[in-house]
């Protein structure tokens, strides 16, 4: 490769590199980079013996959870936990591996650190079955 191609390749990687994103933009980017990622190999331990709803997610916590940030004010990564019609927007019906709100919040995700197993396996249950309301 010659010198004129390298400089080049360089000057174009540090450019992509030094934009800036806002908050919300940086992490609608992370999300759908996410979504491209292969499923997480952990969801085959993954039992779901009832119907889990949009109800039970509530139940389980998804609001008291993830509403600090994904509410109807904040909304970060256009996201609002707390609307049925929000959060469905995020998953694929009956897909948990290939839905980028699963893929957020399952080990590796960049949501990981701020769920916990329950609600993790729950919104795997949700997407599971449908993703009903």
């Given at each position: 490769?010659?010198?004129?191609?390298?400089?080049?390749?360089?000057?174009?990687?540090?450019?992509?590199?030094?934009?800036?994103?806002?908050?919300?933009?940086?992490?609608?980017?992370?999300?759908?980079?996410?979504?491209?990622?292969?499923?997480?190999?952990?969801?085959?331990?993954?039992?779901?013996s009832?119907?889990?709803?949009?109800?039970?997610?509530?139940?389980?916590?998804?609001?008291?959870?993830?509403?600090?940030?994904?509410?109807?004010?904040?909304?970060?990564?256009?996201?609002d936990?707390?609307?049925?019609?929000?959060?469905?927007?995020?998953?694929?019906?009956?897909?948990?591996?290939?839905?980028?709100?699963?893929?957020?919040?399952?080990?590796?995700?960049?949501?990981s650190?701020?769920?916990?197993?329950?609600?993790?396996?729950?919104?795997?249950?949700?997407?599971?079955?449908?993703?009903?309301?």
């Amino acid at each position: 490769m010659n010198n004129n191609l390298r400089i080049l390749i360089f000057l174009l990687t540090s450019f992509l590199y030094s934009c800036e994103y806002n908050g919300a933009a940086k992490k609608e980017r992370e999300l759908f980079l996410i979504s491209l990622l292969p499923a997480n190999s952990s969801t085959a331990t993954i039992q779901c013996s009832n119907q889990t709803n949009f109800t039970t997610l509530k139940s389980v916590g998804i609001v008291n959870t993830c509403g600090s940030c994904h509410n109807a004010s904040t909304a970060n990564a256009g996201l609002d936990v707390s609307n049925f019609s929000s959060l469905s927007a995020k998953i694929v019906s009956g897909s948990p591996s290939v839905s980028t709100l699963y893929k957020a919040v399952s080990a590796g995700g960049v949501m990981s650190q701020y769920t916990n197993k329950t609600l993790t396996d729950s919104i795997y249950c949700w997407i599971k079955g449908g993703g009903l309301q």
